[in-house]
């Protein structure tokens, strides 16, 4: 048996098949001709494989996410259909002797080409990224590799990759994954979040997994403890008992926790903390519901766009709309689009950035594309009739930037009124994970409504310390009393401004910080779904004087390490 240390990046206990999630070298030898004839016929023969694969991974996405995921794939498998882009490559094959590979290479590069020379849209940017997909999916079986993918995983997979990104994972094949291991990545990193929310272990900043785990290998995942995670590679007849019965008795107190779902949320001496969950799409709402969720505070829009599609505003309207009347007058609280640093939107063909963490993201790319924001407004504002739901807008540096989106908003209503749809301009709030945001809380608790501490970013620009890279995790300090001090500014300008200052960053559901977070004036924390029931059964045996003490203490602490220290004592 091998073991590997690393992060506790999603806590449980798993066990299953490894599976390696790396993308195939597609380099090949140019020069290396057969006759035309083989050659075309290679190239026929892949394009019957592909469209077979798209075929297995549509029907396979249908039955576990739902039709309009496979949908996206019929897309694709229509340009494998068109006689006349198959007749361009075996054109450019007889033209002058190549490889099929080259002349499908080729023919992508012309038609990218042309894209480039007319209008930007998203359609046509939608358009050339399954092309983009098409013709990689073709060259990758002309060259005999095995197709690695997400979205078809053997029953009982842990994946294992150096690293996940929300692109790599939109089209994940759920129903089959046990857990997650990565090389990179930091604690709240995408894969960090996404395994929460499925309410699986996940272990990152795990260096040499790759090199050392072999597909099918059997791999016990035991990510109990918040502070380190171990990775278990085939372990033999006895340890596989002791690790099953690991299994079992985190299963049985996960059942015991599950009972307090529907108990109220308030501190034993009567405080009422409203608590939410954290969702990426309408599926998730179902999850969290079943964790005992009433209310969202944190609907992370982009994950919709990031499966390959750009939806449009009817789509996105359908989406909201159903997620505000499944909570039923439950408040639903969505963010607009958070694109840009780690989450990369294909279809939208964005140029690549030195340093996108401090580049144009969340708020500052809608403000860009207005079309695409306004898109989003008009079916937010539509849904908004269907519920309580309020809009916050990610990555706020400034006032004016909340100002100029507060404006748009106002222009998605005035379109809308003009065509007489019905619609409703909702509460619009500001997600506080800038430094600048938190020492502007005061300004902007003036217009906005209310403000939601994004801490996974906040403590990344607090620290500046970039949050998904492993190497400097030590430095990504959640218990910093610097983090601490702009959360506590941020709820003490809530206060005196009359509004609400919630958090929906992971620290929200960290058991040690909560006492902290609500002793500084924290009125809602959202958190990942699986979080739900075991921070009612905490925020009920809490008390409010004693949180305030706490806090005050917390706060006035020197170094993360001092906090930590007081924290393990005083909680
Ligand atoms: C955050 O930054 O804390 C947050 C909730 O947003 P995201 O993790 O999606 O960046
Ligand atoms: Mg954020």
């Known amino acids: 048996m091998k073991t590997f240390p690393g992060l506790t990046a999603s806590p449980g206990v798993c066990s299953g098949k490894a599976y390696i999630f790396k993308a195939p070298d597609l380099s090949y030898d140019p020069s290396r001709i057969e006759a035309p004839g083989e050659e075309k016929k290679r190239l026929n023969r892949a394009f019957g494989l592909a469209f077979e694969e798209l075929d297995r991974i549509k029907d396979s996405l249908s039955g576990s996410m739902g039709e309009e995921y496979g949908h996206i794939f019929r897309a694709q498998m229509t340009i494998l259909e068109d006689d006349d882009f198959r007749r361009e490559i075996e054109d450019k094959i007889d033209e002058s002797p190549r490889r099929a590979e080259t002349a499908v290479e080729e023919v992508y590069k012309m038609y990218a080409l042309l894209f480039s020379e007319m209008e930007d849209n998203s359609y046509n940017a939608q358009r050339l990224a399954d092309l983009n997909d098409v013709c990689k999916r073709v060259l990758r079986i002309l060259l005999g590799k095995e197709d690695v993918t997400l979205s078809v995983l053997p029953p009982e997979s842990v994946v294992i990759a150096e690293e996940l990104f929300p692109s790599d994972t939109a089209m994940m094949d759920r129903k089959n994954v046990r857990g997650f291991v990565t090389e990179k990545g930091g604690l709240t990193s995408h894969v960090a979040i996404l395994a929460k929310s499925l309410s699986l272990p996940a272990a990152v900043g795990t260096p040499g997994v790759m090199g050392h785990i072999v597909k099918d290998d059997t791999v016990v995942l035991d990510v109990r403890d918040y502070e380190k995670a171990v990775v278990y590679v085939n372990p033999d007849g006895e340890e596989q008992k002791k690790l099953a019965a690991l299994e079992e008795d985190y299963r049985r107190r996960r059942e015991e926790l599950l009972k307090m779902k529907d108990l109220e949320s308030v501190t034993k001496d009567g405080h009422a903390i409203t608590l939410s969950a954290n969702i990426g799409s309408v599926e998730d709402l179902v999850t ?44 639903l609280i969505i963010r607009t689009l958070d694109i840009g640093g780690d989450k ?15 580049g144009l993201r969340g708020i500052r ?120 001090r702009a959360i506590a500014m941020t709820a003490r300008a809530a206060e005196k401004n009359g509004k609400w200052a919630g958090v929906c960053g992971e620290l929200g559901g960290n058991p040690q910080a909560i006492p902290v977070l609500i002793g500084l004036g924290v009125k809602e924390l959202s958190v990942t779904a699986s979080a739900l029931p075991q ?37």
């Open 288 to 331: 969290a519901q079943g964790f005992g969720a009433k209310s969202v505070g944190l609907f992370r829009t982009e994950f919709l766009f990031l499966g390959g599609g750009l939806p449009q505003e009817e789509e996105q309207y359908q989406v909201y709309a159903e997620a505000a009347k499944k909570l039923a007058g439950g408040m």
């Open 535 to 571: 921070t009612i059964a905490q925020i009920r045996s809490l008390d409010m004087s004693r949180c305030r003490e706490i806090a005050e203490k917390a706060v006035s602490l020197a170094t993360e390490d001092d906090v930590k220290a007081y924290l393990r004592t005083a909680v």
């Open 365 to 484: 790319l809608c403000l860009k594309h207005e079309e695409l924001f306004l898109t989003q407004l008009r079916a937010l504002l539509r849904a908004a009739v269907h519920g309580d739901i309020r809009v916050m807008f990610p990555m706020v540096s400034s006032v004016l930037e909340f100002r100029q989106a507060r404006e748009l908003v106002e222009k998605a209503a005035a379109k809308l009124a003009a065509k007489g749809v019905e619609h409703k301009i909702p509460p619009l709030g500001v997600m506080v994970e800038t430094p600048a945001a938190a020492f502007l809380a005061d300004e902007l608790t003036r217009e906005a409504s209310f403000v939601s501490m994004g801490t996974n970013d906040l403590t990344q620009y607090v620290l500046s310390v970039d949050r998904g890279n492993e190497e400097i995790s030590s430095y990504y300090r959640t218990f910093s009393p610097a983090v601490f």
């Open 344 to 358: 990369e939107v294909k279809a939208l063909n964005l140029p690549k950035e030195e340093n996108p963490f401090l």
